[in-house]
């Protein structure tokens, strides 16, 4: 099992930044991917970024140039930097462990709200 906790959400004005972590513990074994899902209301779950344990980044497109994932591997750790934010931003933010082998298995953190002011 793989425990997640985040922390770092909140109330930001549009242009200012946030920094949320997430802390893993557990069976954090490589190889593994950590990352951040967004939820807004009414909308499916997205992917914002993800790491790879190699160091390997993914953004989607609408997060690129603005925000920065980053990791440490002992304590596991991985930290989403979010610049130039916008009220589209605004959403659930949830930390994701995935374990690659022997299968694939996904863990999910609590959730952390991210609003975004005009």
């Known amino acids: 099992q793989v425990q997640l906790v985040e922390s770092g959400g909140g109330l930001v004005q549009a242009g200012g930044s946030l920094r949320l972590s997430c802390a893993a513990s557990?069976?954090?074994?490589?190889?593994?991917?950590m990352g951040w899902y967004r939820q807004a209301p009414g909308k499916q779950r997205e992917l914002v970024a993800s790491?790879?344990?190699?160091?390997?980044?993914n953004y989607a497109d609408s997060v690129k140039g603005r925000f920065t994932i980053s990791q440490t591997n002992a304590p596991k750790r991985v930290d989403l930097q979010m610049n130039s934010l916008k009220p589209e931003d605004t959403a659930v933010y949830l930390c994701?462990?995935?374990?690659?082998?022997?299968?694939?298995?996904?863990?999910w953190g609590q959730g952390t709200q991210v609003t975004v002011s005009s």
């Open positions: 994701n462990f995935r374990r690659i082998l022997p299968s694939r298995v996904d863990f």
């Open positions: 557990g069976s954090t074994f490589s190889p593994n991917d």
């Open positions: 790491i790879t344990s190699g160091g390997s980044t």
